[in-house]
């Protein structure tokens, strides 16, 4: 374990830091392994000495964009993440940031915070894992990318993402159109996310041949899924007895990952949730993972971290 005090010239280090040391926090999510405190114009940074020395290059990296530019916003942040802390080109980001696969456009899918980070990892350790955490914290997203990632590796010959069709407030058989379409509202957030990761014509043709299968967890009764990778998403809307035939759906070199925010159930109030059940059910159980995501992992809006902080003072 190093130390290291880093001065902060040149600038206003509330420039650098933000007002709460909002900006600091989201520095620090790119260095989970390292321990930050700052006081006025010194920081210091608590950690392997190597991280240290990479996170200190990055802080150099900040305060000569602050001297030329005057702000430093979280784009910016994220931006400078991926420069060489001498050259000022892109670089693949090391460590626990590098990027996960490249999407369309060249997007760099990558995990951005501490436990989209602790996601992947606890994903490559175990066959399951619970995420759990409010909406906007990158559960769902980063879930796909990495069944995307296995995808393209060739880890697994399909992925299946399947969510519960339970209505927040709205009534599904008043929709119009067919099953379908009734149900893609439902699995839009999916679609969103694959789009981001897989050429439109390509994930097209991954649809129709059934590589990539999005469907409503009611119709994954009676399978065996083997060689997939599976994403149950909203999992907090799949009841009981829901939620114990889709853990037992688990084939032969199979992945599955639950996300879902037990803050935002939808059942009818007399029907509990099969995610309060089964993370008591199922906490110790060797080769299942828990990762739970709070509001320093939100990466929507800034008014979003505020709001579900808000939210869990009430509650």
Same mark, same amino acid.
């Given at each position: 374990?190093s130390?290291?005090?880093?001065?902060?010239?040149?600038?206003?280090?509330?420039?650098?830091?933000?007002?709460?040391?909002?900006?600091?926090?989201v520095?620090?999510?790119y260095?989970?392994?390292?321990?930050?405190?700052?006081?006025?114009?010194? %920081?210091?940074?608590?950690?392997?000495?190597?991280?240290?020395?990479?996170?200190?290059?990055?802080?150099g990296?900040?305060?000569?964009?602050?001297?030329?530019?005057?702000?430093l916003?979280?784009?910016?942040?994220?931006?400078?993440?991926?420069?060489?802390? +001498?050259?000022?080109?892109?670089?693949?980001?090391?460590?626990?940031?590098? +990027?996960? *696969? #490249?999407?369309?456009?060249?997007?760099?899918?990558k995990?951005?915070t501490?436990?989209q980070?602790?996601?992947?990892?606890?994903?490559?350790?175990?066959?399951?894992?619970?995420?759990?955490?409010?909406?906007?914290?990158?559960?769902?997203?980063? +879930?796909?990318?990495?069944?995307?990632?296995?995808?393209?590796?060739?880890?697994?010959?399909?992925?299946?993402?399947?969510?519960? +069709?339970?209505?927040?407030?709205?009534?599904?058989? *008043?929709?119009?159109?067919?099953?379908?379409e009734?149900?893609d509202?439902?699995?839009?957030?999916? #679609?969103?996310?694959?789009?981001d990761?897989?050429?439109?014509?390509?994930?097209?043709?991954?649809l129709?041949?059934?590589?990539?299968?999005?469907?409503? %967890?009611? *119709?994954?009764?009676?399978?065996?899924?083997?060689?997939?990778?599976?994403?149950?998403?909203?999992?907090?809307?799949?009841?009981?007895s829901?939620?114990?035939?889709?853990?037992t759906?688990?084939?032969?070199?199979?992945k *599955?990952?639950?996300?879902?925010d037990?803050?935002?159930?939808?059942?009818?109030?007399?029907?509990?949730?099969?995610?309060?059940?089964? %993370?008591?059910?199922?906490?110790?159980v060797?080769?299942?993972?828990?990762?739970?995501?709070?509001?320093?992992?939100?990466?929507?809006?800034k008014?979003?971290?505020?709001?579900?902080?808000? #939210?869990?003072k009430?509650?």
């Amino acid at each position: 374990m190093s130390e290291r005090v880093i001065e902060i010239s040149g600038i206003n280090p509330i420039d650098l830091y933000g007002v709460n040391e909002s900006k600091l926090n989201v520095i620090q999510n790119y260095f989970p392994k390292i321990k930050l405190i700052a006081r006025g114009d010194l %920081l210091k940074a608590i950690g392997d000495k190597e991280e240290i020395s990479f996170f200190e290059g990055k802080i150099g990296l900040m305060i000569r964009h602050l001297i030329k530019y005057k702000q430093l916003t979280e784009n910016n942040i994220e931006r400078l993440m991926g420069e060489d802390t +001498a050259t000022g080109k892109s670089v693949t980001l090391k460590h626990d940031d590098e +990027a996960l *696969f #490249y999407g369309n456009g060249g997007l760099v899918i990558k995990a951005r915070t501490a436990n989209q980070r602790k996601l992947v990892n606890e994903s490559l350790e175990n066959d399951m894992v619970f995420a759990i955490g409010p909406a906007g914290t990158g559960k769902t997203y980063t +879930a796909v990318a990495l069944a995307v990632r296995a995808l393209k590796n060739k880890e697994v010959k399909r992925i299946i993402l399947t969510r519960p +069709a339970v209505e927040s407030g709205e009534n599904l058989g *008043f929709l119009p159109g067919d099953l379908k379409e009734k149900l893609d509202p439902y699995m839009q957030p999916l #679609y969103d996310a694959l789009r981001d990761m897989i050429p439109s014509e390509k994930l097209v043709e991954m649809l129709e041949t059934g590589i990539i299968q999005i469907a409503p %967890l009611a *119709f994954m009764r009676g399978r065996t899924l083997d060689k997939s990778f599976v994403i149950l998403d909203e999992a907090q809307n799949a009841t009981e007895s829901q939620f114990k035939m889709f853990l037992t759906r688990m084939g032969k070199s199979a992945k *599955f990952i639950i996300t879902g925010d037990p803050t935002q159930i939808d059942l009818p109030k007399r029907q509990p949730s099969g995610l309060i059940q089964a %993370l008591k059910v199922l906490e110790g159980v060797k080769g299942i993972g828990f990762v739970t995501f709070d509001e320093n992992d939100v990466i929507r809006h800034k008014l979003v971290k505020a709001i579900i902080g808000a #939210y869990k003072k009430v509650e």
